[in-house]
């Protein structure tokens, strides 16, 4: 298979755009992805073709939903090597099957057990543990970042404790890039007798993923990162794990029958996904995940990782460049700081050019904290991105450095 970037640019009818009289340079990806023809084409025909409410029809058009419904769920199965497609939860996104897993272990807490979580989660891999907490008196037990942005693993090692539950881990961190070791991780985990839990809103998109050799209990995604959808994700579950987790929500669907004194749920997945589901997006994050996987992906993360490499030489030959997160296994993902600019500038500096980048938090305050910064600038690289647009990016950082010094 071959990757030919100019081939896969014209597939993305929104990169023709432009901003301020330039050409997008679109390098807010770790954000939210533009989305390719075939996914919108895939949604455009479900609504014109044939749209209908999914798993109540007795009638051909919802019918033919429920079969796009549910070959979606079995793209995404396969997409992360589940055993069945029945592992599979469709949720809103990442953050809606965080809280899944949270509020469906609630019953196994009690004041004084433990979860491990680490320093660079996400605020959807904290808040939710933190409402555990709040109610039940579990203990936050966090895994420090190293200067270079990787987990200390050592510490994570003597973590544990005989309260400790559950861990819950970014596979690849939003801010510093850092790919986790989750497979030896996981390993340590399980010899304590904890659930693993695995944050993959990032990962999913860069490199293939298998939830069986990492040997996770769960493991959430999200759609408008992978190129699909917004208001879709997913949460992988091992059956008997998935088992174990009272229901979130209550309502249609998730129920098997319903009588006055008594209700019993339906089988997994169902019993997670009450309500009408956000059927359109579930099939476009299918057509994301065929789209993708038809893609070479080795090609596509190493050029990826060439247009980080080239934006980070270039970006360091401004003397007041800081790098945040250079942890040797990491992602496309670039978060810097420019000595004396606010990270805001600069991102609306670039953006007169064309260029999008993100600046803040970035949703992870501890994070921010155990760098001493406020905020950071972010590019962060997708499949459609070029040595034209890095080299674009590093001229107009170059102009911030010269406008707000
Ligand atoms: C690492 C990580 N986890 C979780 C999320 C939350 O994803 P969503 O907002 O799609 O639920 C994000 C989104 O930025 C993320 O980067």
């Known amino acids: 298979m071959s990757f030919d970037v100019t081939a896969i640019r014209k597939q993305f009818p929104v990169l023709k755009r432009e901003i301020h009289g330039h050409t997008l340079a679109y390098l807010d990806n770790a954000a939210s992805a533009q989305k390719p023809q075939a996914v919108i084409d895939a949604m455009v025909d479900c609504f014109e073709n044939s749209y209908a409410n999914v798993h109540r029809g007795l009638h051909t058009m919802a019918n033919e939903t429920t079969e796009k419904f549910e070959q979606a769920r079995g793209r995404?199965?396969?997409?992360?090597?589940?055993?069945?497609?029945?592992?599979?939860?469709?949720?809103?996104?990442?953050?809606?099957?965080?809280?899944?897993?949270?509020?469906?272990?609630?019953?196994?807490?009690?004041?004084?057990?433990?979860?491990?979580?680490?320093?660079?989660?996400?605020?959807?891999?904290?808040?939710?543990?933190?409402?555990?907490?709040?109610?039940?008196?579990?203990?936050?037990?966090?895994?420090?970042?190293?200067?270079?942005?990787?987990?200390?693993?050592?510490?994570?090692?003597?973590?544990?404790?005989?309260?400790?539950?559950?861990?819950?881990l970014t596979h690849m961190s939003n801010v510093l890039g850092t790919i986790n070791p989750l497979k030896r991780m996981a390993k340590t985990a399980h010899e304590h007798g904890c659930l693993f839990v695995v944050d993959g809103a990032q990962a999913a998109v860069h490199f293939p993923v298998d939830v069986l050799d990492i040997d996770a209990d769960f493991y959430v995604m999200t759609g408008h990162k992978l190129y699909g959808p917004t208001g879709i994700g997913a949460l992988y579950g091992k059956r008997e794990c998935l088992e174990r987790l009272r229901p979130f929500q209550g309502g249609g669907e998730m129920i098997e029958d319903v009588f006055e004194d008594r209700i019993t749920y339906a089988e997994i997945p169902h019993k997670f996904e009450a309500g009408t589901p956000p059927i359109v997006e579930a099939i476009g994050f299918g057509a994301a995940i065929k789209w993708l996987s038809a893609q070479d992906r080795t090609a596509i993360e190493a050029h990826e990782m060439m247009l980080?490499?080239?934006?980070?030489?270039?970006?360091?030959?401004?003397?007041?460049?800081?790098?945040?997160?250079?942890?040797?296994?990491?992602?496309?993902?670039?978060?810097?700081?420019?000595?004396?600019?606010?990270?805001?500038?600069?991102?609306?500096?670039?953006?007169?050019?064309?260029?999008?980048?993100?600046?803040?938090?970035?949703?992870?305050?501890?994070?921010?904290?155990?760098?001493?910064?406020?905020?950071?600038?972010?590019?962060?690289?997708?499949?459609?991105?070029?040595?034209?647009?890095?080299?674009?990016?590093?001229?107009?950082?170059?102009?911030?450095?010269?406008?707000?010094?």
């Not at 807490?109 to 979860?115: V, W």
């Open 308 to 405: 980080y490499n080239r934006a980070l030489a270039g970006l360091r030959e401004i003397n007041s460049f800081r790098l945040i997160g250079d942890a040797p296994d990491k992602g496309a993902v670039l978060s810097f700081g420019l000595e004396g600019a606010h990270a805001h500038d600069i991102a609306q500096i670039l953006d007169r050019y064309g260029i999008a980048v993100r600046a803040g938090q970035h949703c992870a305050q501890p994070l921010m904290e155990r760098f001493n910064v406020h905020s950071t600038s972010r590019a962060s690289f997708g499949i459609y991105n070029t040595v034209d647009e890095v080299d674009r990016l590093i001229a107009g950082v170059k102009k911030a450095r010269t406008f707000l010094s």
């Open 76 to 168: 995404v199965a396969e997409f992360l090597g589940a055993a069945e497609a029945n592992e599979i939860v469709f949720t809103k996104g990442a953050t809606e099957a965080l809280n899944l897993v949270a509020y469906g272990l609630m019953g196994e807490i009690e004041a004084g057990d433990e979860i491990i979580i680490s320093q660079m989660e996400h605020h959807s891999n904290i808040v939710p543990w933190h409402f555990l907490r709040e109610h039940f008196g579990a203990v936050l037990k966090w895994v420090p970042v190293l200067d270079d942005g990787s987990l200390d693993l050592d510490a994570y090692g003597a973590l544990f404790s005989k309260r400790t539950k559950i861990v819950s």
